[in-house]
């Protein structure tokens, strides 16, 4: 018999009061959190179920959470379990304040806080920027030698958080393969009734929309000729990152890599739509440091194909021929195998030349949702826009997306989009080498 899971209204989270500690100069040192009794009966129901070792899913400004007590082994494993989570794909630890993180860290005369990692965290926590540290006991390699921790900026789950006084261990709280839930009614309709999910916080909407960006600066040397490499792309631009790192470095130099990459200032458009990045777990043997290092996932039930118009990615593919929009789009009906019209969602740029173009062909009847104008927006609407279009009545037959540039944002949306296509409930559609013949893989280039 299967139990439904509670949804907790606490859309009042903006009630929530976080006070700096007046005894620290850092105001993410000890905070004080005033929480509002339409809040605390909630919040104290949630924190029960953590320390019961239980589940909670909660939401933060960037997806929400599947979220367990860091501390307790057995909480953390009902995490992999309700996700069918890959046991060797780790989990971001948050935290709500710098007494917390301390906690977590080796004793400060084995680490201390690098001047790069100080100034991280004083610009963009609370924030979607997860770092990652040494562990103070880390388990015998293969096994991960570094945590990744971050703070989260929510009202409800810092308040969460701080109200149970425990780091919370949480990766997106949808099945595992499955695009990240960005409000409390997707994480119902995925997870409802999981055994060990003690309750849904219902926060709203996310903000941000993608996960947070996770970096290693570990690689970063004082004086220079260190490395700064962003592992997951996320919420916060790759740009932020190199900015912050400038300013600290001074005149000295260090290289920004992207998955072990280095990265190119201003691309036009993104490589994670033709490339995979390097999978360095095979070379050294250790288990992946971060999530997203090794797994493919954020697939819709329906395939997903990846639209690059030649505005924003003017070099094609190899291999591009007859890359009209309507002859990518016959191609496409061909293949659906239908005794109807078949119907394609499409996830577009408000007003782009290739959204013009698809929206006024006859070849196949199109469900349109906006990502608005740019890459934040598009970051905000991508994934409740392919759940929406996986759920529409008359569901579509598949789901088309518009690609962008990678500045800002895009290369966050790049990557998932990119993750995404081949759908189907599959995992996977990145191609191993450098170069995709198009159509290939779900890719298509489109002349505008």
Known sequence: MTTNTPILPCLEHDKIVRESSRSSTNPLQSPTFTIPPSLREHLDTAAAHLRASRTVAFPTETVYGLGASSLDSKAVAKVYSIKGRPADNPLIMHVSSLDMLERLLPPKDQFELSPLYLQLISEFWPGPLTLLFPSPKPSPPPAPQTNAIRMPDHPLALALINHADLPISAPSANSSGRPSPTSAQHVYNDLNGADGLGCILDGGICGVGVESTVVDGLGWQEGGGGYVDILRPGGLGVEEIARIVEEVDGS???????????????????????????????????????????????????????????????????????????????????????????????????????SSQILTSDNVEIVPLSLGENSTSAARRLFSGMLELEQVANQVDGILIEGCADDGLGLAVMERVGKAVGGGGLSGGLDVGDTVEVGSTGRFWVQV
């Open 252 to 354: 000295e130099f260090t290289e920004i890599r992207v998955h072990g990459r280095k990265w190119v200032r201003n691309a036009v458009a993104s490589s994670s739509a033709v490339k995979l990045p390097p999978k360095d777990t095979k070379a050294t043997g250790l288990a992946p440091s971060t999530p997203g290092l090794k797994y493919r996932h954020y697939s819709p039930r329906i395939p997903v194909f990846l639209l690059l118009p030649s505005n924003t990615f003017p070099t094609p593919p190899i291999h591009a021929k007859d890359s009209t929009s309507n002859t990518i789009l016959r191609t496409l009906v061909e293949s659906i195998k239908k005794d109807r019209r078949p119907r394609l969602g499409f996830l577009h740029y408000a007003n782009s030349p290739l």
